[in-house]
């Protein structure tokens, strides 16, 4: 069981540059997220899937898209990267537990666009 | 609109002492609070989490506690180590929702 699994760890884009992040999950999940991690800004909700063919924005869309593939594959995609957008960025999948739901974060995906 | 403020943002403490991160949130409809513990160059995962049904929750050293009425609610790692530091996460959720509001994060350094 790899859980959730990230690629690429680093990479290093040009300005104006695009690239796809991809996400898989192997345990079955539903619901499949992509966030932000930046010094003193905590995890910031980029895109969430509620399921197969479906997608939200969450909190900072601008200048990502998101394709859920199927139940398995949420990729994100940088059309034209930009320095702001260098960071860390998480994938994850949820399950309900016992008390609400728990959420499995990817090993990340660490970007910088010079 | 911060929904869920987590303070300190930073956070050393010496082998063996206590540790405290504290969190408010705003939401009354939020009923799930998660702590998520992060290791230099990994994902989160979760750690402990507690129901407001509940004023306390303890796992090992880890323990939450939770005043509904004050809408805080604490992680405290007693007997502090070393391979405790990480940052942290408090988190808040409702009900049915599978979307989670996390704090800006506390990074803790236990000191050997």
């Known amino acids: 069981n790899a859980g959730v699994t990230q690629t690429p760890k680093f990479q290093v884009l040009k300005t104006g540059q695009s690239m796809t992040l991809q996400c898989a999950q192997d345990?079955?999940?539903?619901?499949m997220y992509w966030y932000r991690q930046d010094p003193g800004m905590g995890l910031r909700l980029i895109y969430y899937?509620?399921?197969?063919?479906?997608?939200d924005k969450g909190e900072v869309p601008n200048g990502y898209n998101v394709s859920r593939l199927n139940k398995r594959e949420f990729s994100l995609r940088l059309e034209s990267a930009a320095p702001s957008q260098t960071s860390v960025y998480f994938c994850?999948?949820?399950?309900?537990?016992?008390?609400?739901?728990?959420?499995?974060f990817g090993p990340g995906t660490r970007l910088t666009v010079t | 609109q911060q929904q869920v403020k987590q303070s300190p943002q930073s956070l050393i403490v010496q082998k063996g002492g206590i540790s405290i991160i504290n969190c408010a949130y705003e939401?009354?409809?939020?009923?799930?609070f998660p702590w998520y513990q992060q290791f230099p160059g990994k994902g989160p995962a979760l750690l402990i989490a507690?129901?407001?049904?509940?004023s306390e929750k303890k796992e090992g050293r880890f323990t939450i506690s939770f005043n509904k009425s004050a809408k805080q609610f604490s992680l405290h790692i007693m007997d502090s180590q070393p391979g405790d530091s990480a940052t942290y996460f408090c988190?808040?959720?409702?009900?049915?929702?599978?979307?989670?509001?996390f704090g800006k994060g506390t990074r803790l350094h236990i000191l050997p």
């Open positions: 994850a999948s949820s399950a309900r537990g016992g008390q609400g739901y728990e959420q499995y």
């Open positions: 345990m079955n999940h539903n619901s």
């Open positions: 899937s509620a399921s197969e063919g479906t997608t």
């Open positions: 939401n009354t409809a939020f009923d799930y």
């Open positions: 507690i129901r407001p049904d509940v």
């Open positions: 988190a808040a959720s409702k009900g049915r929702d599978d979307k989670i509001i």
